[in-house]
């Protein structure tokens, strides 16, 4: 079992930047291709980006591509999505979790992402 818990969440400006961060207990992280989902108000969550183990393949949604980019840091059990250009309809809860296969589980509290137009 994996436990995740994110953080780096806020309030920025449009234009703005952000990094979020998905610390990972347990020694079987790097097992683990892991994947950022958010969830809007009044929305269904929608995926975000994914990153395999070893971090040399990634794939965006369409709505942050160019703009967010994920990565992670094996030695420290971290996941990171660095979100730039933001825009209002970025706002959101930000969740990371684990994939196997085409199964996401292990889902973190969230973080709350808020963008000023």
């Known amino acids: 079992q994996v436990r995740l818990v994110e953080s780096g969440g806020g309030l920025v400006q449009a234009g703005g930047s952000l990094r979020l961060s998905c610390a990972a207990s347990?020694?079987?992280?790097?097992?683990?291709?892991m994947g950022w989902f958010r969830r809007a108000p009044g929305k269904e969550r929608e995926f975000v980006a994914t990153?395999?183990?070893?971090?040399?393949?990634?794939a965006y949604a369409d709505s942050v591509k160019g703009r967010f980019t994920i990565s992670r840091d094996n030695a420290k059990n971290t996941v990171h999505l660095q979100m730039n250009s933001l825009k209002a309809e970025d706002t959101a809860v930000y969740y990371c979790?684990?994939?196997?296969?085409?199964?996401?589980?292990?889902w973190g509290q969230g973080t709350q992402v808020t963008v000023s137009s």
């Open positions: 347990g020694r079987t992280f790097s097992n683990f291709d």
């Open positions: 990153i395999t183990t070893s971090g040399r393949t990634t």
């Open positions: 979790a684990t994939r196997l296969g085409e199964e996401y589980g292990n």
